[in-house]
């Protein structure tokens, strides 16, 4: 391997290959991240991820407690073990970070997403896509004589899903918020 | 009782029951309330330097030397932008920095007005944490909570920013004991079972090695006694990386000197033989593992840091210990001490029987000079001439900074301060002035590059202002050497822009100054022109000409394993190759 072509989940900013070799496999995790809400923190959180050249695949946040002020930020981020260890190690040392919960090792989870899709069709093609969406449970927020604006809820593989099948019905915009995401039980 | 006052009082205040004595800074349009507060009372010194990066090289070196935070205090935009260099710099190295901005007041920023500059979006990446003051009621309980978080776990920079509105207004003062600290505290005792882990292998070992860091001396006098106790009580021999130089003697039978891509040849052999690699607050920096694949190849590694992120980061640690150094060697060698101090002794002393055949190779040994002076005989000479004085070094950085670390010997920490993880050229002329600053009486020394030198030498204006009797060994060269020795080695002697020819008179300069200029150009004068250094009251430029095509060795080169250094010129032909190459 030439030393300049560095594979998904080294370091960026170093000439050296720092992935362990016995561990080559990308692993996708879910982190919840709890922390200050304050201005600025989401900058230094995803400066993190930039400067280190650490993979964001997805990014939510919002304010989940009001009184204590934190937020919650997910993020779905992809690296081999060592990579998502090292993630984990400079997330948690940051001193706006509370907590670090890495989702995908802690157990059964459960991840949803919002996405709106608009669908631009006439005729049979905008009853197929009704019927899809109710196969889909998605439902109907916005429609005129031509178009149709769907909400849906689901995981992201559902999402993907409807959008694929959306796309010869007529898809011109999709708008998602990205992942949410909790562990299941207690 | 609350106490009401403005929050340019507040810095003031806050300042004070910080503890702190000196603030190096640089006064503006957006500070100016707080220069004013500044003035009209004793009890902090501001010492006003030339430029701000001085400013915050000074404030390093007067934290590295006394183990407290240095503070600086510039104003807005440029003043602040001027400081973002020092500012990664002591976040590469660890430093406790508390940088204190100006700001535009709260109803002009976002306006691009006259100086503004978005100094916590700029400095967001490159401090431990920053924080834009909008309430001068928060102002102090922010300040209070900077210099915890500059302080505790790995120190580092940290940086508040005040809008000019806030230093105005009256607010309530927040007392350092309220003050928000309780959320960062980070873990400082380590894991009983992987500190038995340790133990276990320490009484086995039989090719250990103690590889230690910065980290013991940023733990503080208690970490370098007990490694210091634990060495002597073990038998085992310790090396350093560039930032531990002085947790273990220089003249302490189980020193290997210093290690890495310039260590010497015993060091990096034992690194790269040993079976017991005992990390103790270092963070193997590519420039001493040099080829990860090739480091230390059969060892076990354990390793104490505090910060938890440096674990496994490069190397992977069979034994990672998170805590802080002196908590862990104290739990440590109290573990080992109960369980009988064992050792496996004849193995050691075989170890050390190969340690002294890699010891009998000499690496830093130099030809005499003919017509010039060799620069690493200068170094030797600097050493000789102040053995036995409490002495501070600092460095800029090249060839020079790795001359002072092969030839000066550290009894202490402390005492050296130098750019290690960024090597920030510029580093040592400010950095000698605030260790200067922090000891008075004491003889600082700043061993340097002409060309490094000339990046900061404005502030030899500081240094004549507040009587800092600095004394500045420039190893003259009239080249970039390390630069000029790299393109030598890698770049087929294409000497692209790696030399000065317009270099200052610098014993003229050291007159337009107001301080004593030397210069010495053969080995004949070298002695007493260094004791005319010494012994003169006041700051020095000494302008040592030397060997202008010498290089620095032993060396790793890069892409290659500690057990392939070169040790002199005639081995360099073709040793790096194309992956090498592209490495720094």
Same mark, same amino acid.
């Given at each position: 391997?030439?030393?300049?072509?560095?594979?998904?989940?080294?370091?960026?900013?170093?000439?050296?290959?720092?992935?362990?070799?016995?561990?080559?496999?990308?692993?996708?995790?879910?982190?919840?991240?709890?922390?200050?809400?304050?201005?600025?923190?989401?900058?230094?959180?995803?400066?993190?991820?930039?400067?280190?050249?650490?993979?964001?695949?997805?990014?939510?946040?919002?304010?989940?407690?009001?009184?204590?002020?934190?937020s919650r930020i997910t993020v779905?981020?992809?690296?081999?073990?060592?990579?998502i260890v090292q993630i984990k190690a400079q997330l948690e040392r940051m001193v706006v970070v509370h907590r670090v919960h890495d989702l995908t090792l802690e157990g059964p989870n459960v991840q949803r997403e919002l996405a709106l899709f608009k669908v631009k069709g006439e005729g049979e093609a905008r009853i197929e896509a009704l019927r899809l969406a109710e196969i889909f449970r998605a439902n109907v927020v916005d429609?005129?004589?031509?178009?149709?604006?769907?909400?849906?809820?689901?995981?992201?593989?559902?999402?993907?899903?409807?959008?694929?099948?959306?796309?010869?019905?007529?898809?011109?915009?999709?708008?998602?918020?990205?992942?949410?995401?909790?562990?299941?039980?207690l | +009782?609350?106490?009401?006052?403005?929050?340019?009082?507040?810095?003031? %205040?806050?300042?004070?029951?910080?503890?702190? %004595?000196? !603030?190096?800074?640089?006064?503006?349009?957006?500070?100016?309330?707080?220069?004013?507060?500044?003035?009209?009372?004793?009890?902090?010194?501001?010492?006003?330097?030339?430029?701000?990066?001085?400013?915050?090289?000074?404030? %390093?070196?007067?934290?590295?030397?006394?183990?407290?935070?240095?503070?600086?205090?510039?104003?807005?935009?440029?003043?602040?932008?001027?400081?973002?260099?020092?500012?990664?710099?002591?976040?590469?190295?660890?430093?406790?920095?508390?940088?204190?901005?100006?700001?535009?007041?709260?109803?002009?920023?976002?306006?691009?007005?006259?100086? *503004?500059?978005?100094?916590?979006?700029?400095?967001?990446?490159?401090?431990? +944490?920053?924080?834009? !003051?909008? %309430?001068?009621?928060?102002?102090?309980?922010?300040?209070? /909570?900077?210099?915890?978080?500059?302080?505790?776990?790995?120190?580092?920079?940290?940086? !508040?920013?005040?809008?000019?509105?806030?230093q105005f207004a009256t607010g309530t003062y927040? *007392?350092?004991?309220?003050?928000?600290?309780?959320?960062?505290?980070?873990?400082?005792?380590?894991?009983? /079972?992987?500190?038995?882990?340790?133990? *276990?292998?320490?009484?086995?070992?039989?090719?250990?090695?103690?590889?230690?860091?910065?980290?013991?001396i940023n733990s503080g006098d208690r970490a370098t006694e007990l490694l210091r106790d634990w060495a002597e009580a073990t038998g085992f021999p310790v090396t350093s990386t560039l930032m531990g130089l002085g947790c273990y003697p220089a003249s302490g039978k189980a020193w290997l000197g210093m290690l890495g891509m310039h260590g010497t040849y015993q060091a990096n052999w034992a690194m790269h033989d040993c079976d017991l690699m005992l990390n103790i607050g270092a963070r193997f920096d590519d420039r001493i593992t040099g080829r990860i694949n090739a480091f230390s190849p059969g060892s076990t590694k354990v390793h104490i840091d505090i910060d938890p992120s440096s674990l496994n980061k490069v190397i992977h640690t069979h034994v990672p210990i998170v805590g802080d150094i002196a908590e862990v060697l104290e739990e440590a060698l109290?573990?080992?001490?109960?369980?009988?101090s064992k050792v496996n002794r004849e193995a050691v002393a075989t170890w050390w029987k190969q340690i002294d055949e890699w010891r009998a190779v000499d690496c830093l040994a130099y030809k005499p000079g003919v017509n010039a002076i060799r620069p690493q005989h200068a170094v030797a000479r600097l050493e000789a001439l102040t053995k036995g004085m409490d002495r501070y070094i600092t460095t800029e950085v090249g060839q020079h900074q790795m001359w002072a670390a092969q030839y000066l010997g550290f009894e202490g920490p402390n005492r050296w301060m130098t750019s290690g993880g960024l090597g920030t050229m510029g580093y040592g002329v400010p950095a000698s002035i605030g260790v200067q600053i922090a000891h008075p009486d004491a003889l600082v020394i700043n061993v340097a590059g002409e060309a490094s030198w000339l990046m900061n030498m404005q502030e030899m204006g500081t240094a004549i202002q507040y009587r800092a009797p600095v004394k500045q060994f420039i190893l003259n060269n009239e080249r970039l050497g390390m630069v000029r020795q790299w393109q030598e080695l890698l770049h087929g002697e294409r000497y692209s822009s790696s030399w000065s020819e317009a270099l200052p008179d610098f014993v003229k300069l050291a007159d337009a100054f107001g301080c004593k200029g030397i210069r010495c150009d053969n080995e004949a004068d070298l002695d007493d022109a260094i004791r005319e250094m010494l012994a003169y009251d006041g700051p020095v430029i000494f302008d040592c000409i030397v060997e202008k095509h010498e290089n620095c060795?032993?060396?790793?080169?890069?892409?290659?394993?500690?057990?392939?250094?070169?040790?002199?010129?005639?081995?360099t032909q073709g040793v790096i190759g194309a992956k090498g190459a592209v490495l720094v």
């Amino acid at each position: 391997m030439s030393p300049l072509n560095i594979q998904k989940g080294a370091s960026k900013h170093s000439a050296y290959d720092l992935r362990d070799p016995n561990a080559e496999v990308i692993e996708t995790h879910t982190l919840a991240v709890i922390v200050d809400n304050e201005s600025g923190v989401l900058a230094r959180v995803i400066g993190l991820f930039s400067a280190r050249g650490y993979n964001i695949d997805s990014l939510t946040v919002a304010e989940v407690d009001h009184s204590g002020h934190l937020s919650r930020i997910t993020v779905v981020t992809s690296g081999t073990p060592q990579v998502i260890v090292q993630i984990k190690a400079q997330l948690e040392r940051m001193v706006v970070v509370h907590r670090v919960h890495d989702l995908t090792l802690e157990g059964p989870n459960v991840q949803r997403e919002l996405a709106l899709f608009k669908v631009k069709g006439e005729g049979e093609a905008r009853i197929e896509a009704l019927r899809l969406a109710e196969i889909f449970r998605a439902n109907v927020v916005d429609s005129t004589l031509e178009s149709f604006v769907f909400e849906m809820t689901g995981t992201p593989q559902k999402v993907d899903a409807f959008a694929e099948l959306m796309q010869p019905l007529g898809l011109i915009e999709v708008a998602r918020t990205g992942v949410a995401a909790i562990s299941r039980g207690l | +009782m609350t106490r009401q006052m403005t929050g340019a009082k507040m810095v003031i %205040e806050a300042l004070k029951d910080q503890g702190v %004595e000196v !603030v190096f800074g640089y006064p503006g349009g957006a500070v100016l309330p707080i220069y004013d507060e500044m003035f009209q009372q004793n009890d902090i010194k501001h010492i006003l330097v030339r430029h701000e990066q001085g400013a915050i090289h000074a404030a %390093e070196g007067y934290a590295r030397s006394t183990g407290k935070p240095g503070v600086v205090l510039v104003t807005s935009g440029p003043g602040a932008t001027n400081t973002v260099t020092g500012i990664v710099d002591a976040l590469m190295d660890s430093i406790p920095i508390v940088v204190l901005t100006g700001q535009v007041p709260t109803f002009m920023i976002g306006s691009d007005a006259f100086q *503004e500059g978005d100094t916590v979006g700029i400095t967001r990446p490159c401090t431990k +944490m920053n924080w834009l !003051v909008k %309430e001068t009621d928060k102002l102090a309980g922010t300040i209070h /909570e900077a210099f915890h978080v500059a302080t505790s776990g790995r120190p580092g920079p940290v940086l !508040v920013d005040i809008p000019k509105d806030v230093q105005f207004a009256t607010g309530t003062y927040t *007392e350092k004991a309220d003050a928000r600290t309780g959320h960062y505290k980070p873990r400082t005792k380590g894991d009983p /079972e992987m500190i038995a882990r340790m133990v *276990e292998l320490i009484e086995t070992a039989e090719r250990p090695v103690f590889y230690t860091g910065g980290g013991v001396i940023n733990s503080g006098d208690r970490a370098t006694e007990l490694l210091r106790d634990w060495a002597e009580a073990t038998g085992f021999p310790v090396t350093s990386t560039l930032m531990g130089l002085g947790c273990y003697p220089a003249s302490g039978k189980a020193w290997l000197g210093m290690l890495g891509m310039h260590g010497t040849y015993q060091a990096n052999w034992a690194m790269h033989d040993c079976d017991l690699m005992l990390n103790i607050g270092a963070r193997f920096d590519d420039r001493i593992t040099g080829r990860i694949n090739a480091f230390s190849p059969g060892s076990t590694k354990v390793h104490i840091d505090i910060d938890p992120s440096s674990l496994n980061k490069v190397i992977h640690t069979h034994v990672p210990i998170v805590g802080d150094i002196a908590e862990v060697l104290e739990e440590a060698l109290a573990l080992w001490k109960s369980r009988g101090s064992k050792v496996n002794r004849e193995a050691v002393a075989t170890w050390w029987k190969q340690i002294d055949e890699w010891r009998a190779v000499d690496c830093l040994a130099y030809k005499p000079g003919v017509n010039a002076i060799r620069p690493q005989h200068a170094v030797a000479r600097l050493e000789a001439l102040t053995k036995g004085m409490d002495r501070y070094i600092t460095t800029e950085v090249g060839q020079h900074q790795m001359w002072a670390a092969q030839y000066l010997g550290f009894e202490g920490p402390n005492r050296w301060m130098t750019s290690g993880g960024l090597g920030t050229m510029g580093y040592g002329v400010p950095a000698s002035i605030g260790v200067q600053i922090a000891h008075p009486d004491a003889l600082v020394i700043n061993v340097a590059g002409e060309a490094s030198w000339l990046m900061n030498m404005q502030e030899m204006g500081t240094a004549i202002q507040y009587r800092a009797p600095v004394k500045q060994f420039i190893l003259n060269n009239e080249r970039l050497g390390m630069v000029r020795q790299w393109q030598e080695l890698l770049h087929g002697e294409r000497y692209s822009s790696s030399w000065s020819e317009a270099l200052p008179d610098f014993v003229k300069l050291a007159d337009a100054f107001g301080c004593k200029g030397i210069r010495c150009d053969n080995e004949a004068d070298l002695d007493d022109a260094i004791r005319e250094m010494l012994a003169y009251d006041g700051p020095v430029i000494f302008d040592c000409i030397v060997e202008k095509h010498e290089n620095c060795f032993p060396m790793i080169p890069s892409g290659n394993a500690h057990n392939q250094m070169l040790l002199g010129d005639a081995e360099t032909q073709g040793v790096i190759g194309a992956k090498g190459a592209v490495l720094v």
